[in-house]
């Protein structure tokens, strides 16, 4: 077979869609879905540029099929704002610099978002392994690990 | 860098894909956590006409202690062996190593038996194996067989695994009373593949005197390196630094690394030297109930 027919819930949305078996995730949410905001960097899994999380995990979009996620909840970086209003992972990414280019971010945001979740008291020493697998070559990482200080505090003082 | 078109079949038991392996022969390959293997699709270095969907196998799942061994399904996802407290409490060197796998997103998705079965001579998994002289249990529709790292581990990302085999579990010998561990690398960066690695074990009786003890080498050879004439020469005496220093010369001696772009044979046969009297040094003050 070489297409199939998956539902996905992806930010909430669900959809039912006829995909090509070497469909990867990340080109079925930029080009079927049109979820643009998953950037795609290396396609071999080492920039991280694609990670969107998977049922509660952050995972390379680029090294799983579109057909591996039938029956699954998605979260892209488009799932992260409140219409205009950012949350405050990204809040802080702005507030901190923790972007240049931007390139990376959508990556940046999605492992920080899990990252966020399992660990909502990191010291520095935590963020920088977490954030081990996404690359950035613009900021040197200093600003993304202060935003991801100040999100965990603001998300902490929030609830 | 786009994979090349394939056939997907996504069974639901071990016992179909023993079907669908045995009829496919080599025309499939089996997809586990897709972390090395999507790679290699995408950069078309690798073009099956049936790719076999493991992710459906809920029987490959999971950690469970059976008459002294640690038994892991092959498709327990990395992290979830990071996060047992199973593992932490019976099979710590297994346990230290998981985190010096790839990078969590990697880890989120890689499974055990799918790094085992690529293969590679980096791998942290297939060292910790080796040296626990565990065992790899394939199946395929005529029957089981259960087979040493040494038997399993063939040749770089060759393993004795038949087409119609498959991989279902590692079986993994707890860890005796006054055991020891460590598992130590050196990479260039964290997450890349390591230089070298080395997974050492060391139990002590009451009196502090060394009775067993087992190496394994990642990164110097053509498979995981059970450095076992090195490790018999700390058994009967007591782990001193000069002792665990003449095993780290008698590693160094015996390996013999490739170069590559990574690193030179001859800093890789230091490195294999430095962390060997490392680990055994940390496993040594673990024997003793350092953490």
Sequence with gaps: MKERVIRVTVNGRPYEQTVEVRRTLADFLRDDLELTGTHLGCEHGVCGACTVVVDGAAVRSCLLFAAQVNGAEIQTVEGLADGETLNPLQEAFREHHGLQCGFCTPGFLMTLTCFLRECPDP????????????????????????????AARAIAGAT | MKPPRFEYLAPVSVEETLGLLGDLGERAKVLAGGQSLVPLLNFRLVRPEHLVDLNGL??????????????????????????SALVRERCPLLAEAMPQIGHVQIRNRGTVGGSLAHADPAAELPAVVAALDGRLVLRSARGQRVLTSEQFFVAYFTTAAAPAELLVEVRLPMMPPRTGSAFMEISRRHGDFALVG???????????????????LTGVGRTPVVAREAARALVGVRPTAEALAEVGRRVAAAVE??????????YRIHLAGVLTRRALARAAERATGAP
């Design chain 2, 58 to 83: 809920a029987e490959l799942n999971g950690i469970r202690e059976d008459d002294g061994h640690l038994v892991i399904g092959a498709m327990t996802r990395q992290r979830a062996v990071e996060r």
């Design chain 2, 198 to 216: 080395v997974a050492a074990t060391l139990t002590l009786d009451e009196s502090g005197v060394c009775t067993a003890s087992a190496l394994a």
């Design chain 2, 257 to 266: 690394p490739d170069s590559d772009l990574h690193a030179s044979r001859e």
């Design chain 1, 123 to 150: 010291s520095e020493a935590e963020i920088r392994e977490a954030i081990a697998g996404n690359l950035c070559r613009c900021t040197g990482y200093k600003n993304i690990v202060a935003a991801a200080r100040a």
